[in-house]
């Protein structure tokens, strides 16, 4: 496979559900990203790896809890989750944190009943 | 505050008709403004990237060029399957990407 991969595309769970969302880059990036994807509303930058280490938590509730074991793989460990975290859930890579382009997976469609 | 806006939000294009989508931008320190094309359940596409006043880059019917305080995206005689959200970006000395809210182009055969 090529580019960028996440799992599952589609995701309807409950608020006292636990869930995760994987992704998984194919590119030889070191850098990875959570990004929130609400109707109308620009992309909102969640969380930030670069070499495996967390750099960046954009003020994200702790119900989202993000997962980096290897340059290669990102979860985002879910639970006790709110209606209003309905959204498409985007993973995107790039080469280090330099002016690079980020390449995007297809995204998780996540429906919080 | 960094802060990036499209316009228009929704364009209607009939094949043929060319138009230009734009990007303004304010941003403490410009590392790079990027254009990625969105369709319906997919991510982001990457498109272009430009770093400096001036620039300019082109593939198929897209060119994009860059001012120091905003961006075009020309479309050439469209055809439908370039109905897309077109998406800007830009990265800040901070390396935090600022998006848009997109435009979303409709093309008509």
């Known amino acids: 496979e090529t580019g960028v991969t996440q799992t599952p595309r589609h995701l309807v769970m409950g608020m006292t559900n636990k869930k995760s969302l994987k992704c998984e880059q194919h590119l030889g990036h070191n850098a990875m990203y959570w990004y929130k994807q609400s109707a109308k509303k620009p992309l909102e930058l969640m969380f930030v790896y670069s070499l495996e280490e967390r750099v960046e938590n954009n003020s994200v509730p702790s119900r989202f809890s993000p997962e980096c074991p290897n340059s290669s793989h990102l979860f985002l460990h879910l639970h006790t989750l709110q209606p209003e975290d309905s959204a498409l859930y985007l993973c995107?890579?790039?080469?280090?944190?330099?002016?690079?382009?980020?390449?995007f997976g297809d995204g998780t469609r996540l429906s919080i009943l | 505050e960094d802060q990036v806006t499209q316009s228009p939000e929704a364009l209607r294009l009939q094949e043929g008709e060319s138009s230009s989508l734009n990007c303004s931008y304010t941003?403490?320190?410009?590392?790079?403004l990027f254009w990625y094309r969105q369709d319906p359940g997919k991510g982001p596409e990457f498109l272009f990237t430009l770093y400096s006043a001036g620039e300019e880059k082109e593939k198929e019917r897209l060119k994009a060029t860059l001012t120091k305080k905003e961006s075009f995206l020309h479309i050439t005689a469209p055809k439908p399957e370039d109905s897309a959200t077109y998406l800007c970006?830009?990265?800040?000395?901070?390396?935090?990407?600022?998006f848009g809210t997109g435009t979303r182009l409709q093309v008509f055969p």
């Open positions: 941003v403490s320190g410009l590392r790079g």
């Open positions: 970006a830009v990265q800040a000395w901070t390396d935090k990407l600022i």
């Open positions: 995107a890579s790039s080469h280090e944190r330099s002016n690079q382009p980020q390449h």
